[in-house]
């Protein structure tokens, strides 16, 4: 009876495990690394979390991912501070200095 209700406890983790790990709800990750002035400040960013960003007047921002980069003026990545949206392996540069944020995305 014991073997019985351990066989059946993996069972059950095992099914658990498969479905959260192949299920639609998985976060991705965009492959690459994100630059400001050539220092690396993100390393395979996870897909719409929102990242605190500064950076300082002509700064160079450098988006080596395979995802677009939105940068806001502000923190918490609201949609009316977008700044600007750097294209996969795309840069660019903000004119002023700002305690703001970035969010990847496919698109």
């Known amino acids: 009876m014991i073997a019985?209700?351990?066989?059946?406890a993996v069972a059950a983790v095992?099914?658990?495990l498969a479905v959260a790990l192949a299920g639609p709800?998985?976060?991705?990750?965009?492959?690459?690394?994100?630059y400001v002035n050539e220092v690396p400040?993100?390393?395979?960013?996870?897909d719409?979390?929102?990242?605190?960003?500064?950076w300082s007047d002509d700064d160079l921002l450098?988006?080596?991912t395979n995802r677009?980069?939105?940068?806001?003026r502000n923190r918490g990545c609201?949609?009316?501070?977008?700044?600007?949206?750097?294209?996969?392996?795309?840069?660019?540069?903000v004119d002023n200095s700002a305690q703001g944020s970035v969010q990847f995305r496919k698109q």
Do not use: I, M, W
Not at 4 to 8: E, H, N, S
Not at 41 to 46: A, E, G, K, S
Not at 48 to 54: D, G, Q
Not at 79 to 84: A, F, K, Q, T, Y
């Open 68 to 72: 677009f980069a939105y940068v806001y």
């Open 62 to 64: 450098d988006n080596q």
């Open 25 to 34: 709800g998985v976060a991705a990750a965009a492959e690459g690394t994100f």
């Open 48 to 54: 719409y979390k929102c990242y605190a960003l500064s």
């Open 4 to 8: 019985g209700r351990v066989t059946g």
């Open 78 to 93: 609201h949609r009316n501070d977008l700044v600007v949206v750097l294209l996969p392996s795309g840069s660019g540069s």
């Open 41 to 46: 400040r993100f390393v395979d960013p996870d």
């Open 14 to 16: 095992g099914t658990a």
